[in-house]
């Protein structure tokens, strides 16, 4: 079955504390992508990626790092989390440059950061 | 003046009723646009994309009117599964890598 597998689906923790946010896709997608949703802010792009070893910076790059080493991972790291990067994050992909195709999401972290 | 804006909501409507929703968006170069679907704290599905003749699929209908800088979207026969978040979201220009805008959304709740 095609999908964006991201974990961990629900993740509290405390401040400073490094973590990862693993994503996958078995599509073959060379765009893959980082949003957080925030009530009253919507969708916002931390960072996205045109293929391997291509990262680039989106609306809402501070605090966060990705890399693509490999075509199906794009994990999102928080060096030090903070309480302001509590929110609700999803991973999506797409074939191509993303900007006119169908966008598929991973189901969503929840993260708290305490 | 805000790139991509959406009215809020929400939309209350019954079930069988008509209703529609613009977005505007500020740039005039923007080329692609589309209609994302999401249910509460779920991730965002493809819709429907919009194209500039305007576009239908079933009880939904897209349309584009680029010189006034909006998309909207029908929904005809509205069911209580219509219930969710519709998200605008609109590509700036052709550039490849391009982020998308995503707007806030519009809520719809459809009752019986």
């Known amino acids: 079955e095609a999908q964006v597998t991201q974990n961990p689906r629900y993740l509290i923790t405390v401040t400073g504390k490094k973590l990862t946010v693993t994503c996958s896709q078995n599509?073959?997608?060379?765009?893959m992508s980082w949003y957080r949703q925030d009530p009253g802010l919507g969708l916002r792009q931390i960072y996205y990626?045109?293929?391997?070893?291509?990262?680039d910076k989106g609306d809402v790059p501070e605090g966060y790092k990705v890399s693509r080493k490999e075509k199906r991972n794009f994990p999102l790291i928080l060096e030090s989390p903070s309480p302001n990067q509590t929110s609700l994050y999803f991973c999506?992909?797409?074939?191509?440059?993303?900007?006119?195709?169908?966008?598929?999401f991973g189901s969503g972290t929840q993260l708290s950061v305490l | 003046r805000k790139e991509v804006e959406q009215d809020p909501g929400p939309f209350n409507v019954p079930e069988g009723a008509t209703v529609a929703f613009n977005c505007t968006y500020s740039?005039?170069?923007?080329?692609?646009f589309f209609w994302y679907r999401q249910d509460c704290r779920k991730e965002p599905k493809l819709l429907m994309s919009?194209?500039?003749s305007g576009n239908e699929d079933g009880r939904f209908t897209a349309q584009l009117n680029r010189a006034s800088q909006y998309i909207s979207l029908l929904i005809r026969d509205s069911k209580l599964s219509d219930s969710a978040t519709y998200l605008c979201?609109?590509?700036?220009?052709?550039?490849?890598?391009?982020?998308?805008?995503f707007g806030k959304g519009t809520t719809l709740s459809v009752s019986s």
């Open positions: 999506a992909s797409a074939t191509g440059g993303g900007w006119n195709e169908k966008l598929f």
């Open positions: 599509m073959n997608h060379e765009y």
């Open positions: 990626s045109m293929n391997v070893e291509v990262t």
């Open positions: 740039n005039s170069a923007s080329q692609s």
């Open positions: 919009v194209y500039s």
């Open positions: 979201v609109v590509t700036p220009h052709s550039q490849a890598g391009t982020a998308l805008i």
